[in-house]
């Protein structure tokens, strides 16, 4: 719910920035808080979760209505607040784990893994940025997309060796969680080809 929450804020943010109107405020953060595990239940042939459950849309509608009535969109600095990076890291990996472990569910090998954990933790903002006409923000900068790699590929390697449970996911998450945010500290970020 927290990862949800902070994606559609997210895409609330992006969608004033463009200077979207209302429904295009909307579209830009159903995209980015729902997009990418409806890309990975499309490709893990599943019932998508957030058409199956009323939850999750429900929690996007509200999010950006808070955020209408609150004129969140007033305060450019808010993306950049502690608060809404640590709800952003803590989406990025609980999303990243959610899609390791529909992955898992399916026996797919570790590319398949990998895949659906990246595509659900960045699949969404990705999403919202092609229709922006905008360079997905994972593809040039941060440590973004790294982590959702390293978070899928422990989830892969404890599911080796059957030690997938509840304290190791939540072992997962705290890591996953502590190396997005000494990253985004640090403002590390991969190579980039000039």
Do not use: Q
Not at 159 to 174: D, G, K, P
């Amino acid at each position: 719910m927290l990862g949800v929450s902070a994606a559609a804020l997210g895409g609330f943010y992006v969608a004033s920035r463009e200077k979207l109107d209302l429904l295009g405020a909307f579209i830009a953060s159903f995209c980015t808080a729902l997009g990418g595990g409806l890309i990975r239940d499309a490709l893990a042939s599943r019932p998508p979760f957030a058409f199956t459950n009323l939850w999750p849309p429900m929690l996007v509608l509200g999010v950006v209505s808070a955020a209408v009535l609150l004129k969140l969109n007033r305060h450019d600095k808010i993306e950049r607040t502690k608060i809404f990076i640590l709800c952003d890291t803590l989406g990025l990996v609980s999303f990243a784990i959610a899609g390791a472990l529909v992955g898992l569910e399916k026996e797919y090998n570790v590319f398949g893994v990998v895949m659906l954990g990246v595509i659900t933790a960045v699949g969404g903002s990705s999403l919202r940025d092609i229709l922006l006409n905008r360079m997905p923000f994972f593809l040039i900068g941060d440590f973004y997309a790294s982590v959702a790699i390293l978070v899928s590929l422990a989830m892969f390697a404890l599911h080796r060796f059957s030690a997938v449970n509840f304290a190791t996911i939540l072992a997962v998450l705290l890591a996953g969680a502590c190396i997005r945010l000494w990253a985004y500290h640090r403002k590390w970020s991969l190579p980039k080809f000039d």
